[in-house]
């Protein structure tokens, strides 16, 4: 067996038990970093297969930015886990029939056709680098879907700071200019207040 083949077995175990364990894992903590572990060997399997775009992807977007995310907000809520073990047995036949359907699926997809002869039937050769060749169909044959997908989610980023700036009576808001234009005499006020030493010492006397 070939050393690459060793390397695909490995990673495919821990992948599949990373993934087990995301969802038979108690604390959701513990769940969260399966859930890392997976995207990890996934994109190390990415690696193998040469799609050296997809592997730095998906660290740097699900492993960099999304789980972090996850084990933020799983560490700040207050969750309870037994409710959540409830509704795991509730929900684990539904669970085992979808991935028993996913899994027939693939069975059929690499039956009948094959990885090699879908990319051959699809005009791909293997290039020197995929970057550049995913890179060279995303500004040439896909530029204007591309174009579009970027206009919408800059629509989509707009739409969200507009909504959470919207102003409500019961937030409160500061204003930098005004606190650019602020003086002196604005802020602090001087007020001359007579002595009261000989006050005390009359009423000390008395």
């Known amino acids: 067996m070939a050393f690459q083949s060793v390397l695909f077995y490995l990673f495919a175990t821990v992948l599949v038990v990373a993934a087990a364990r995301v969802v038979t894992a108690r604390n959701p903590v513990h769940?969260?970093?399966?859930?890392?572990?997976?995207?990890?060997?996934?994109?190390?399997?990415?690696?193998?297969?040469?799609?050296?775009?997809?592997?730095?992807?998906?660290?740097?977007?699900?492993?960099?930015?999304?789980?972090?995310?996850?084990?933020f907000v799983v560490m700040m809520l207050d969750i309870n886990i037994d409710q959540m073990r409830e509704g795991f047995w509730r929900y684990l036949p539904v669970g085992l029939l979808v991935a028993?359907?996913?899994?027939?699926?693939?069975?059929?997809?690499?039956r009948h056709h094959g990885l090699a002869s879908a990319a051959t039937h699809a005009g791909f050769t293997a290039p020197a680098s995929n970057t550049k060749a995913l890179g060279m169909l995303l500004y040439?044959?896909?530029?204007?879907?591309?174009?579009?997908?970027?206009?919408?989610?800059?629509?989509?980023?707009v739409a969200a700071i507009a909504l959470t700036q919207r102003r409500r009576r019961d937030s409160k808001y500061q204003d930098p200019a005004a606190q650019v234009r602020v003086r002196r005499q604005d802020r602090v006020r001087l007020?001359?207040?007579?002595?009261q030493k000989r006050e005390e010492a009359q009423s000390v006397k008395v």
């Open 140 to 157: 040439t044959q896909y530029a204007y879907a591309f174009e579009l997908a970027a206009v919408i989610l800059l629509v989509a980023i």
């Open 191 to 195: 007020v001359s207040m007579p002595a």
């Open 31 to 71: 769940a969260a970093l399966f859930l890392v572990l997976a995207f990890v060997t996934s994109a190390a399997l990415w690696l193998l297969l040469r799609a050296e775009f997809l592997a730095i992807t998906l660290v740097l977007v699900y492993v960099g930015a999304v789980m972090v995310l996850f084990l």
């Open 100 to 110: 028993a359907v996913m899994v027939v699926e693939m069975w059929l997809v690499l």
